[in-house]
């Protein structure tokens, strides 16, 4: 092998520090290229909106009144915390009154300051996505408040004498929602592709949690248009819920790995030893896999932590892709994963193991001018065949893994036989 130039070292060290100081210049291109057109797209809107409004004194203080609740929403959930993939929050209880009573520039403008409050007071995240999350909840909010405007009119939500009006107000609301989450569901999608559209999108809860925060800002709004000093009745029991919302997220935090959002070891073994405990009472099959990312110490000295962590992040969602609802996956630290797999034969657990171990290899991700891929090895262990218990499940599995990796690594191993590399399938769509 040739022995790299001082200049392309310099120049990967150089692109390294730049993407250290500006983690964006890390990601890939399509998504670079997708963060900043929304982000352009929001300031143009905002442009055009403001130099087109007319500025009047109590839109001004509508405005200023709904962001000082917003603002006290959070201060008043601060000292719980925010951590990393904890982002659900009611404060659409605030943005959607201001698209809905007040100029389009005003719902365009309304994200902007609190952002910037959950920036400076709760958690400090990258700054690019907090700069995208503004954007994309300020051209849906700039949407709906368009789309108001033009079948409403000037006319006041509560003071029509028909529900029209408020039918329409509902219809905007959901429209805020599905473009938000349209627009932050595409961004994820094109950070990990092989992500499924269904986990970016809704589930039961956050469906459920919208439901919730369009009935809020609904009513908040009905209630400013009433009477601003309304809002000082409305405030409570908003940060009660608020409040209550961000404990239950808390609580599911504590389960799960902060950087691929898999389970963490702990709530992992506490799922599988339930799992186990069920296998044990109806006498079903149940096996255990242990992944490990090979030589991924080379990728991180090669191309340093951030693309590190983009290649755990590719590989955890990988797995996760290819695995049932029911399976437990999570993160045992480092670059090892653990998947149980409730009612799976040795066939089946071979099967799912070969098709993560080819899923993985063709996955790609993009570094400077190159394309990082990497293989994995696996251990395969099944209960009552390699032990009855998770502790001897383990043991088996990691005995199975140690073997793969003697054997030359990018393989599958039970205990005491060895599953050779497959030749590599041709390109296959990704599961939708």
Same mark, same amino acid.
């Given at each position: 092998?040739?022995?790299?130039?001082?200049?392309? &070292?310099?120049?990967?060290?150089?692109?390294?520090?730049?993407?250290?100081?500006?983690?964006?210049?890390?990601?890939?291109?399509?998504?670079?290229?997708?963060?900043?057109?929304?982000?352009?797209?929001?300031?143009?809107?905002?442009?055009?909106?403001?130099?087109?409004?007319?500025?009047?004194?109590?839109?001004?203080?509508?405005?200023?009144?709904?962001?000082?609740?917003?603002?006290?929403?959070?201060?008043?959930?601060?000292?719980?915390?925010?951590?990393?993939? &904890?982002?659900?929050?009611?404060?659409?209880?605030?943005?959607?009154?201001?698209?809905?009573?007040?100029?389009?520039?005003?719902?365009?403008?309304?994200?902007?300051?609190?952002?910037?409050?959950?920036?400076?007071? &709760?958690? *400090?995240?990258? &700054?690019?996505?907090?700069?995208?999350?503004?954007?994309?909840?300020?051209?849906?909010?700039?949407?709906?408040?368009?789309?108001?405007?033009?079948?409403?009119? *000037?006319?006041?939500?509560?003071?029509?004498?028909?529900?029209?009006?408020?039918?329409?107000?509902?219809?905007?609301?959901?429209?805020?929602?599905?473009?938000?989450?349209?627009?932050?569901?595409?961004?994820?999608?094109?950070?990990?592709?092989?992500?499924?559209?269904?986990?970016?999108?809704?589930?039961? *809860?956050?469906? @459920?949690?919208?439901?919730?925060?369009?009935?809020?800002?609904?009513?908040?709004?009905?209630?400013?248009?009433?009477?601003?000093?309304?809002?000082?009745?409305?405030?409570?029991?908003?940060?009660?819920?608020?409040?209550?919302?961000?404990?239950?997220?808390?609580?599911?935090?504590?389960?799960?790995?902060?950087?691929?959002?898999?389970?963490?070891?702990?709530?992992?073994?506490?799922?599988?030893?339930?799992?186990?405990?069920?296998?044990?009472?109806?006498?079903?099959?149940?096996?255990?896999?242990?992944?490990?990312?090979?030589?991924?110490?080379?990728?991180?000295?090669?191309?340093?932590?951030?693309?590190?962590?983009?290649?755990?992040?590719?590989?955890?969602?990988?797995?996760?892709?290819?695995?049932?609802?029911?399976?437990?996956?999570?993160?045992?630290?480092? *670059?090892?994963?653990?998947?149980?797999?409730?009612?799976?034969?040795?066939?089946?657990?071979?099967?799912?193991?070969?098709?993560?171990?080819?899923?993985?290899?063709?996955?790609?991700?993009?570094?400077?001018?190159? @394309?990082?891929?990497?293989?994995?090895?696996?251990?395969?262990?099944?209960?009552?065949?390699?032990?009855?218990?998770?502790?001897?499940?383990?043991?088996?599995?990691?005995?199975?893994?140690?073997?793969?990796?003697?054997?030359?690594?990018?393989?599958?191993?039970?205990?005491?036989?060895?599953?050779?590399?497959?030749?590599?399938?041709?390109?296959?769509?990704?599961?939708?």
């Amino acid at each position: 092998m040739a022995a790299p130039s001082h200049t392309s &070292v310099k120049s990967r060290d150089i692109v390294t520090t730049l993407a250290d100081r500006w983690p964006i210049l890390g990601q890939r291109r399509p998504l670079v290229v997708y963060l900043c057109g929304i982000v352009v797209l929001d300031f143009t809107a905002i442009g055009f909106f403001a130099a087109s409004a007319d500025f009047h004194w109590h839109d001004l203080l509508t405005f200023v009144a709904l962001m000082a609740c917003g603002a006290v929403c959070i201060e008043a959930t601060r000292r719980l915390g925010m951590p990393a993939g &904890v982002s659900r929050d009611l404060l659409s209880a605030w943005w959607l009154p201001a698209a809905l009573l007040l100029p389009p520039v005003y719902a365009l403008l309304a994200p902007i300051p609190l952002q910037i409050l959950l920036q400076k007071r &709760v958690r *400090e995240t990258v &700054v690019y996505r907090r700069v995208f999350s503004s954007a994309a909840i300020s051209l849906a909010g700039g949407a709906a408040s368009v789309l108001f405007h033009s079948v409403v009119g *000037e006319l006041d939500i509560p003071t029509q004498g028909t529900g029209g009006p408020i039918l329409v107000a509902i219809g905007c609301a959901v429209l805020f929602t599905v473009l938000n989450t349209a627009l932050i569901a595409i961004a994820a999608h094109t950070a990990v592709p092989d992500t499924r559209w269904r986990e970016v999108l809704w589930d039961r *809860e956050s469906l @459920m949690l919208d439901v919730v925060e369009l009935c809020l800002g609904v009513l908040v709004a009905i209630a400013c248009g009433v009477n601003l000093a309304l809002l000082a009745l409305a405030l409570p029991p908003v940060v009660l819920l608020q409040r209550s919302l961000l404990h239950a997220q808390l609580q599911a935090a504590a389960r799960t790995d902060p950087k691929t959002g898999l389970l963490n070891a702990a709530a992992w073994q506490r799922e599988a030893d339930t799992e186990i405990v069920r296998a044990r009472r109806t006498g079903e099959t149940l096996a255990l896999l242990i992944v490990d990312i090979d030589h991924f110490k080379r990728v991180n000295d090669t191309y340093g932590h951030l693309i590190g962590d983009q290649v755990l992040i590719g590989v955890a969602a990988t797995i996760r892709s290819q695995l049932r609802d029911y399976d437990v996956v999570g993160r045992f630290g480092g *670059e090892e994963f653990v998947v149980l797999l409730p009612r799976a034969d040795v066939t089946e657990a071979r099967r799912v193991a070969e098709r993560l171990r080819s899923r993985i290899g063709r996955m790609a991700v993009p570094a400077d001018e190159n @394309m990082v891929t990497v293989t994995i090895s696996a251990g395969v262990a099944i209960m009552s065949m390699h032990g009855d218990d998770l502790i001897e499940l383990l043991a088996a599995a990691d005995l199975a893994l140690y073997r793969a990796k003697e054997l030359g690594r990018d393989r599958i191993c039970l205990p005491a036989t060895p599953v050779p590399p497959a030749r590599r399938p041709g390109p296959e769509a990704a599961p939708s």
